[in-house]
């Protein structure tokens, strides 16, 4: 394979390995810090706090980071959300009052929606062009491998050590995280052609709205299985709820490289269609699920489906765009997602409250049925602008 083509390069490995470590160490602080919260005498709506001051804070910095990417530079904006999270994490530990937690929450999605999408950045300049699908598959399993331990590795820090310790070692993985992407050579992005227009043209990439879109109506997919599928597995009476992340994860990693080959192939509908089908599939089982061995199917399924569909999805983002407009269009990519995710699950909590977390599920399944169709539309009016010139010349 050609110098050009090498996709297993220096800087892929480390920006890979910083990530993992990244993402361990968030993921350690997932399943604790609302017990955290609650030992420190915080009540629901606290523990609710935690989850949606994160996602809003990371939801409104993704555009400013686009930007900042695509003017200051890639490298000294991924240090200054590294060192904003290393404070965040390490701050935990030292908040005297719920009110507290919850202000170094917020700042710690806000260095999580800097780093997030300045490590998607970095990795879209450093794959080849002509291998994005498979590049970005492989980086998404570090990510999917550390959600697979992460949050166990916390829970057992936590209870068998004790917060303090939990934080140090988050923090830890955040310093060698930083350690690392300082050894990521990046090359300077030559400037293109400037937004014109306001000053929201320059936040958001409009090449990127339509997989973003997208994007969107999976992250409200996302956002019902991943906020309440603990309290799904307590209405139906399966105890041990942990396997879906589990077998998710496993679904996850086993499918980003194939899909990312598949992507390059063939192109984005090989992937996009089926991978909606068959996550639609395993959110139909999910929402029948009674016992351990159909959760694990549903996770299986859901996790093939989204393995496919978000990566390539990224992927597509990024082939759309200049490379001077990376930046940009990766924050409107993750912000859509946030954005799902958050919308999610506050109107799919709204309907789980009315019927049942077994029938929410069905519900969410319109998102993905709006998907699907407007993603079948947008194939049918490219058919037909293909189609055009062709029967003209005949």
């Excluded at 917060?163 to 923090?171: D, H, N, P, Q, R």
């Excluded at 992250?219 to 998710?248: H, R």
Aim: proline share 4%; net charge positive.
């Amino acid at each position: 394979m050609s110098e050009k083509t090498a996709l297993w390069t220096k800087d892929f490995v480390i920006l890979a390995l910083s990530n993992f470590m990244l993402f361990v160490a968030f993921q350690m602080l997932l399943p604790t810090l609302p017990v955290y919260v609650t030992d420190m005498g915080g009540d629901q709506l606290a523990v609710g706090l935690v989850i949606s001051l994160f996602t809003v804070s990371a939801l409104l910095v993704r555009p400013f980071t686009g930007k900042a990417l695509d003017t200051i530079g890639r490298k000294p904006v991924l240090l200054i959300g590294l060192a904003i999270f290393l404070l965040a994490v390490a701050g935990y530990y030292w908040m005297v009052s719920v009110a507290l937690v919850l202000a170094i929450r917020f700042l710690h999605g806000i260095g999580w929606g800097i780093v997030t999408t300045t490590y998607g950045t970095i990795v879209s300049d450093i794959i080849p062009r002509e291998r994005s699908g498979e590049g970005m598959g492989y980086f998404g399993m570090f990510s999917n491998l550390a959600m697979a331990f992460g949050p166990l590795l916390g829970l057992w820090v936590s209870q068998n050590w004790g917060y303090g310790w939990l934080f140090a070692i988050s923090a830890g993985l955040t310093a060698l995280a930083m350690i690392l992407s300082r050894l990521v050579k990046i090359k300077p992005i030559v400037a293109g052609q400037k937004p014109n227009g306001s000053v929201l043209s320059g936040l958001i990439e409009k090449a990127a709205l339509f997989p973003s879109l997208l994007n969107l109506l999976i992250g409200i997919i996302y956002g019902g299985i991943f906020s309440f599928i603990t309290l799904f597995g307590l209405e139906v009476g399966i105890a041990n709820i942990g396997l879906f992340f589990l077998f998710n994860a496993i679904a996850l990693m086993a499918v980003r490289p194939l899909a990312g080959r598949l992507f390059d192939r063939r192109g984005p509908a090989w992937i996009l269609l089926p991978g909606g089908f068959i996550l639609g599939g395993g959110l139909l089982l999910l929402s029948y699920s009674t016992s351990e061995w159909q959760l694990i199917f549903a996770a299986i399924l859901f996790g093939v489906g989204v393995g496919g569909v978000q990566p390539s999805l990224q992927a597509w983002t990024i082939k759309r765009v200049d490379p001077s407009r990376r930046g940009a269009a990766t924050g409107t990519f993750f912000s859509a997602f946030d954005l799902g995710i958050g919308g999610g699950a506050m109107i799919l909590g709204a309907v789980a409250k009315m019927t049942s977390f077994a029938a929410m599920y069905r519900y969410s399944l319109v998102a993905l049925g709006l998907y699907l169709l407007v993603y079948i539309v947008y194939l049918a009016r490219q058919g037909k602008k293909t189609s055009v010139p062709e029967s003209i010349s005949s």
